[in-house]
């Protein structure tokens, strides 16, 4: 079993920056894939990006590609994801998610057993 906190999240102009931290509790951290996903009022959730255990590649989204990066530290249990040159259509509320089971279907919120609170990143125009 994982428990995760994000952190991080706020307000912030368009073209700035963020970082957001994700904390993971559990026995064998570097055990599971972690994904950052995020979710609008009234839409569905959406895969973000993520790391392979199976590989150590990393994933993201076209939307955010070449403008987010995860990174992942296994001595601190953290995943973060550096987000720049922000958009007002990256506002969302950003969760991270864990699940033990890499799965080529890894932009799913229903392949992630283990979900934290959220974090709000609001981006201004």
């Known amino acids: 079993e994982a428990q995760l906190v994000e952190s991080g999240g706020g307000l912030v102009q368009a073209g700035g920056s963020l970082r957001l931290s994700c904390a993971v509790s559990a026995s064998k951290f570097d055990d599971y894939v972690i994904g950052w996903f995020r979710q609008v009022p009234g839409k569905e959730r959406e895969g973000v990006s993520c790391f392979s255990t199976v590989n150590d590649r990393t994933y993201y989204a076209d939307s955010v590609s070449g403008r987010f990066t995860i990174s992942r530290d296994n001595d601190r249990n953290t995943v973060d994801l550096q987000m720049n040159s922000l958009k007002p259509e990256d506002t969302a509320i950003y969760y991270c998610?864990?699940?033990?089971?890499?799965?080529?279907?890894?932009?799913?919120?229903?392949?992630?057993?283990?979900w934290g609170q959220g974090t709000q990143v609001t981006v201004s125009s």
């Open positions: 998610a864990a699940d033990k089971d890499w799965s080529l279907r890894y932009f799913s919120e229903d392949e992630y057993d283990y």
